[in-house]
């Protein structure tokens, strides 16, 4: 996977947000940790607040029961008649949150109460009371509903004074009683407690009593009333916020179930406040971190770097005298800057031998050349001279003063490239160029950029030149009609395929014996370019067909694109 390009700009932001990463992670493991520890703390403080409301609760109740206890053993309570009615009328004007006081024999038949309804003194309200009475002198019952309002059943024993058992006392404390000491009681903004009976049945709440008092608690709560062990949990309780629940069951001996909740959003704000504060404090320290990143990057890091850039553009643009001029130290920058100039002042020194060895290499191809046509006029001055009283014809003369002559021209094409080697085309065009005529060319060439080493760049112009030499003579180039054309290809196995066709010429017919000049041909070019020559003399003119080695080139090059037909793929020279 290739790497994102990133700017020096960017990888120092990146590295220093790298850099911040453990930072934030012990950030976050602390915010973690006293998250941890303050639910852990609220739920304590939550199961340590119902406690106390049981307490609380059961400190009430425990006056209710000794009020109760206290009128049982009244004298005169027991006995119906006036003088026990008017004791429980005046003790109904001194507790008014007492709704109900009912004394009854042991088969809870009503003897004297504070109301003669029949509603309020059927036997039935008091069953589950007495049934509880059987083992204990003081008993708490459930939710009921009495003429004055809904209230909490309760009782306890009245015995004789030899101590067996004579009946019951049964009260009744109203709720809204119950709601207003709940009232009176300090409360942390959202908290709630709620009490209930045995059965679930919400007899005091707090806040919101004139919605829930009276309401049975959902089925999916009820093991927390009925269950033996207080506890803890987080609900969302049904009047909005979440809270933090510690509860008591209505199984402890109390009777009933004390719940008090902690609102989650108030008990974590403090958290929550010293999470915002790190969050903050974390993201201007992460920013300042940035920008001071940025600064010094580029003070100390970008600008060197922009320093050694600059120099390297500068030499490169043709400023060689350019350097970064840092001074040798043991910083990484200044050492990479020496490297650079030493670098640079290397290869300045090396461009400097470089063009003194070209120039002094030109000069010596020059004086080559002109020792070469000083050489090659003094050979056919020679000849001249040595053949003028000989018998030697005209024409075998001409010959060899013209293969003087190609050799000089196709020597200096390679000396005026300065080079080795030579494009085929440029020596096909030497050898060829003094039989074309100008106004009307008669030789055409086709065929891709191929580079001859020198030796076989002489050889094939000297072959070009005896069969220019021979169509002149013989073939095409002797009459006004006729023409050449050449054609030539590299092949995938990197041999050079070369064709040479006349057209338009006089018929001709092969000859009886090979001459000089096909000689001369096959010979130097089997020899120099290590090819293969083939004649074909077709009834409309001669077909020369040569295949030279891969030796004949100057380096391994591509083959040109496409099957080669060097006869189809001439064309006309403009």
């Given at each position: 996977?290739?790497?994102?390009?990133?700017?020096?700009?960017h990888r120092?932001?990146?590295?220093?947000?790298v850099?911040?990463?453990?930072?934030?992670?012990?950030?976050?493991?602390?915010?973690?940790?006293?998250r941890?520890?303050?639910?852990?703390?609220?739920?304590?403080?939550?199961?340590?607040?119902?406690?106390?409301?049981?307490?609380?609760?059961?400190?009430?109740?425990?006056?209710?029961?000794?009020?109760?206890?206290?009128?049982?053993?009244?004298?005169g309570?027991?006995?119906?008649?006036?003088?026990?009615?008017?004791?429980?009328?005046?003790?109904?004007?001194?507790?008014?949150?007492?709704?109900?006081l009912?004394?009854?024999d042991?088969d809870?038949?009503?003897?004297?109460?504070?109301?003669?309804?029949?509603?309020?003194?059927?036997?039935?309200?008091?069953?589950?009371?007495?049934?509880?009475?059987?083992?204990?002198?003081f008993?708490?019952?459930?939710?009921?509903?009495?003429?004055?309002g809904?209230?909490?059943?309760?009782?306890?024993?009245?015995?004789?004074?030899?101590?067996?058992?004579?009946?019951?006392?049964?009260?009744?404390?109203?709720?809204?009683?119950?709601?207003?000491?709940?009232?009176?009681?300090?409360?942390?903004?959202?908290?709630?407690?709620t009490?209930?009976?045995?059965?679930?049945?919400?007899i005091?709440?707090?806040?919101?009593?004139?919605?829930?008092?009276?309401?049975?608690?959902p089925?999916?709560?009820m093991?927390?009333i009925?269950?033996l062990?207080?506890g803890?949990?987080?609900i969302?309780?049904?009047?909005?916020?979440?809270?933090?629940v510690?509860?008591?069951?209505?199984?402890r001996?109390?009777?009933l179930?004390?719940?008090?909740?902690?609102p989650?959003?108030?008990?974590?704000a403090?958290?929550?406040?010293?999470?915002?504060?790190?969050?903050?404090?974390?993201?201007?320290?992460?920013?300042l971190?940035?920008?001071?990143?940025?600064?010094?990057g580029?003070?100390?890091?970008r600008?060197?770097?922009l320093?050694l850039?600059s120099?390297?553009?500068?030499?490169?643009?043709?400023?060689?005298t350019?350097?970064?001029?840092?001074?040798p130290?043991?910083?990484?920058?200044?050492?990479v800057?020496?490297?650079?100039?030493?670098?640079?002042?290397?290869?300045?020194?090396r461009?400097?031998?470089?063009?003194?060895?070209?120039?002094?290499?030109?000069?010596?191809?020059?004086?080559?050349?002109?020792?070469?046509k000083?050489?090659?006029a003094?050979?056919?001055?020679?000849?001249?001279?040595?053949?003028?009283?000989?018998?030697?014809?005209?024409?075998?003369?001409?010959?060899?003063?013209?293969?003087?002559?190609?050799?000089?021209?196709a020597?200096?094409?390679l000396?005026?490239?300065?080079n080795?080697s030579?494009?085929?085309?440029a020596?096909?065009?030497?050898?060829?160029?003094?039989?074309?005529?100008?106004?009307?060319?008669?030789?055409g060439?086709?065929?891709?950029?191929?580079?001859?080493?020198a030796?076989?760049?002489?050889?094939?112009?000297?072959?070009?030149h005896?069969?220019?030499?021979?169509?002149?003579?013989?073939?095409?180039?002797s009459?006004?009609?006729?023409?050449?054309?050449i054609?030539?290809?590299?092949?995938?196995?990197?041999?050079?395929?070369?064709?040479?066709?006349?057209?338009?010429?006089?018929p001709?017919?092969?000859?009886?014996?090979?001459?000089?000049g096909s000689?001369?041909?096959?010979?130097?070019?089997?020899?120099?370019?290590?090819?293969?020559?083939?004649?074909?003399?077709?009834p409309?003119?001669?077909?020369?067909?040569?295949?030279?080695?891969?030796?004949?080139?100057?380096d391994?090059?591509?083959?040109?694109?496409g099957?080669?037909?060097?006869?189809?793929?001439a064309?006309?020279?403009p």
């Amino acid at each position: 996977m290739k790497a994102p390009s990133l700017s020096l700009s960017h990888r120092l932001l990146l590295l220093t947000a790298v850099a911040l990463l453990p930072a934030l992670a012990i950030l976050g493991f602390n915010e973690f940790s006293l998250r941890k520890a303050r639910e852990a703390e609220v739920h304590a403080q939550a199961l340590r607040m119902s406690e106390q409301a049981s307490l609380e609760l059961e400190r009430i109740l425990a006056g209710a029961a000794a009020l109760m206890i206290a009128v049982a053993n009244a004298p005169g309570v027991g006995e119906s008649g006036d003088n026990c009615r008017a004791y429980m009328d005046r003790l109904s004007a001194l507790l008014p949150q007492v709704s109900l006081l009912n004394i009854t024999d042991l088969d809870g038949q009503s003897v004297c109460a504070t109301s003669g309804r029949p509603e309020d003194l059927r036997p039935a309200l008091s069953a589950p009371v007495r049934a509880a009475l059987a083992d204990k002198m003081f008993a708490v019952g459930e939710y009921t509903l009495v003429t004055a309002g809904p209230a909490l059943l309760m009782g306890t024993q009245r015995t004789a004074a030899d101590g067996s058992l004579q009946g019951f006392v049964i009260a009744t404390i109203g709720l809204d009683y119950l709601g207003s000491v709940l009232k009176e009681r300090p409360f942390a903004q959202g908290s709630a407690i709620t009490i209930a009976d045995r059965n679930g049945i919400i007899i005091a709440r707090e806040p919101l009593p004139e919605r829930f008092v009276g309401m049975k608690v959902p089925d999916e709560y009820m093991s927390r009333i009925t269950g033996l062990a207080a506890g803890t949990m987080q609900i969302m309780s049904p009047d909005g916020p979440e809270r933090i629940v510690g509860y008591q069951p209505a199984t402890r001996p109390l009777g009933l179930y004390v719940s008090t909740g902690i609102p989650v959003l108030e008990a974590m704000a403090p958290i929550n406040e010293a999470t915002l504060r790190g969050v903050l404090l974390a993201g201007i320290g992460g920013v300042l971190a940035m920008l001071l990143a940025l600064i010094i990057g580029r003070r100390f890091i970008r600008r060197p770097v922009l320093r050694l850039l600059s120099t390297i553009h500068a030499w490169r643009a043709g400023n060689h005298t350019a350097r970064t001029g840092m001074l040798p130290g043991r910083a990484e920058f200044h050492q990479v800057g020496q490297a650079i100039d030493n670098l640079l002042d290397e290869l300045d020194r090396r461009q400097t031998a470089q063009l003194e060895a070209e120039q002094h290499r030109d000069l010596l191809a020059r004086e080559l050349d002109h020792r070469i046509k000083n050489l090659l006029a003094t050979v056919q001055a020679v000849a001249r001279q040595s053949f003028r009283d000989a018998q030697t014809a005209e024409t075998a003369l001409q010959a060899f003063y013209g293969r003087l002559a190609v050799m000089a021209d196709a020597h200096k094409l390679l000396t005026a490239q300065q080079n080795e080697s030579a494009d085929i085309e440029a020596v096909i065009r030497t050898a060829i160029d003094p039989f074309s005529g100008s106004e009307h060319p008669r030789l055409g060439l086709s065929g891709p950029s191929v580079q001859l080493h020198a030796k076989a760049a002489l050889s094939l112009a000297m072959a070009l030149h005896e069969l220019c030499t021979n169509a002149t003579k013989y073939g095409a180039l002797s009459s006004e009609t006729g023409r050449v054309d050449i054609g030539w290809a590299l092949t995938d196995d990197h041999k050079i395929l070369m064709t040479w066709r006349e057209s338009g010429g006089p018929p001709i017919n092969p000859p009886e014996t090979r001459g000089f000049g096909s000689r001369m041909i096959e010979r130097a070019l089997a020899a120099d370019l290590g090819a293969t020559v083939m004649f074909d003399y077709a009834p409309d003119g001669l077909i020369c067909t040569i295949v030279a080695a891969e030796t004949a080139l100057a380096d391994r090059q591509q083959p040109s694109a496409g099957p080669f037909e060097p006869v189809r793929a001439a064309v006309r020279r403009p």
